[in-house]
Every structure is written in C-alpha cells, then in structure tokens.
C-alpha cells in the first residue's frame, strides 16, 4: 500500500483484510519479522506504542519500507499522537476514544481508528464523524454476537474487531457485513518470533492476510 492519505482504511479493506499488531521490544528481531511478514504478502501493519522503544521502532520500518503502510496503535493521548506522527505513522489506531483523542484527530490529515466497545461509544464516534471503529477487546466484550447486535442499530458504522482474534474465529468476524478487517497478534506468536522462526510465520501470515473477502474460507 502506497498511499498514506485519507484513503488508506478504504484501501486497505480492499486489499488486506487481516492486519498484524506487533508490540516490538527488541530491536535485532526488526530485519527477521518484518522481512517474514512481507515474504507473507503483508502490506500494512500496525506497532502498538507499548514498549519504551516503540516509537523508534516504528520510524525505523517507515524509513526502511516506504512501500509498507505503518500504523500506530495503542495511541492513548495528543501527546503519543505527536510521537507516532512525528515518526511517520501512517495512520492512527486507539483502544478508546477520548474528548482528547478526538480533538487531536481533528487536526490531523492521518486517518485514526478510534476504538468502542458499547452502543453509547459507537454513538460518539459517528457523532464526531467516524464511521470505521475498532472493537476492543473484540472477544471480551462479546466478540461476533455483539456486533450482530450492534449492526443493525447503527448500519452506517464498520468496525475493525482487535483482542482475541485468532484462527479460530477470525473468518466469523470476516464474514460479517458491518466489519472492514480484523487486525490482531495472533500471526506472530512471542515463541516463533522468539526462535526466529521467519519461514513460520511468513506460512501464518500468506495464509489469511491476503484474503479479499470472497475468497476467504468460511
Ligand atoms: C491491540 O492492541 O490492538 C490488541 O491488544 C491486539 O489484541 P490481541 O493481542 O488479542 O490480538
């Protein structure tokens, strides 16, 4: 994916459907997992924020694959906003959706993702103009049951479920009408990426990411 503008959650429905999350402590790991994953047909990611290094972390893939579309997840406030832009986050990806988070989003050109979970949430976010949201914690707070419910109430929202998605359900959630792409840690497990099991992962990733809606198996 190339383009880093407004276009890049239509794009990115279109074209990848499954999205890695990558919380990186270690930078030696960097060369060997993102190669895995491009070797996987990957074309967009997302670095959570959770690690001291993070940030670095995530300028350093940004200046090393241009082509790859980078996001930063797990951005709780203005002042990680400010990081991850600075660091050349493509787009913006958070587990809530704050009176602060909004405010900053709006002065940014960087698609965000704000994140729901209830009915109340998902009406603020469209009140604020966001109708693509990420579902967190997808599975806790009651994963595929909970967004056929929700659907219906509020047709115009398309959500990104994050948080539990794994193997076993992720084709549910694709299945959905009202989800654009789930996006999840499952595809590179703490133990391959430990042992530098690349080729492993490179197999989990080729498997899903590059999955256009008709042709996933149900
Ligand atoms: C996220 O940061 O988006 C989620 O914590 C990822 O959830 P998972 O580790 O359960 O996939």
């Known amino acids: 994916m190339t383009d880093?503008?407004?276009?890049?959650?239509?794009?990115?429905?279109?074209r990848q459907r499954v999205v890695p999350v990558l919380t990186i402590g270690d930078a030696d790991i960097l060369p060997g997992l993102i190669g895995a994953l491009r070797d996987g047909g990957v074309t967009c990611i997302e670095i959570t924020l959770r690690t001291p290094t993070a940030i670095d972390h995530l300028r350093r893939i940004v200046g090393e694959h241009p082509d790859l579309c980078v996001g930063a997840g797990t951005v709780l406030d203005a002042r990680q906003w400010d990081a991850a832009e600075r660091a050349?986050?493509?787009?913006?990806?958070?587990?809530?959706a704050t009176p602060g988070l909004f405010a900053?989003?709006?002065?940014?050109?960087?698609?965000?993702?704000?994140?729901?979970?209830?009915?109340?949430?998902?009406?603020?976010?469209?009140?604020?103009?966001?109708?693509?949201?990420?579902?967190f914690p997808a599975e806790a707070a009651g994963g595929v049951r909970t967004l056929v419910s929700l659907a219906?109430?509020?047709r115009e929202a398309r959500f990104c479920p994050t948080g539990g998605?794994?193997?076993?359900?992720?084709?549910?959630?694709?299945?959905?009408?009202?989800?654009?792409?789930?996006?999840?840690?499952?595809?590179?497990?703490p133990a391959?990426?430990?042992?530098?099991?690349?080729?492993?992962?490179?197999?989990?990733?080729?498997?899903?990411?590059?999955?256009?809606?008709?042709?996933?198996?149900?």
């Open 165 to 189: 998605v794994d193997a076993s359900n992720v084709a549910d959630y694709l299945e959905l009408a009202s989800v654009s792409w789930v996006a999840g840690s499952w595809l590179t497990p």
């Open 88 to 96: 050349g986050a493509h787009f913006m990806v958070s587990p809530c």
């Open 4 to 14: 880093a503008t407004g276009s890049t959650f239509a794009s990115l429905a279109a």
């Open 104 to 135: 900053r989003a709006r002065e940014s050109a960087l698609p965000w993702l704000p994140g729901v979970q209830t009915a109340s949430e998902v009406a603020v976010a469209l009140e604020h103009g966001y109708r693509l949201l990420k579902f």
């Open 152 to 154: 219906p109430v509020f």
């Open 192 to 218: 391959l990426v430990a042992a530098g099991a690349w080729p492993a992962i490179s197999e989990r990733v080729r498997a899903v990411v590059t999955c256009a809606p008709d042709s996933m198996s149900r």
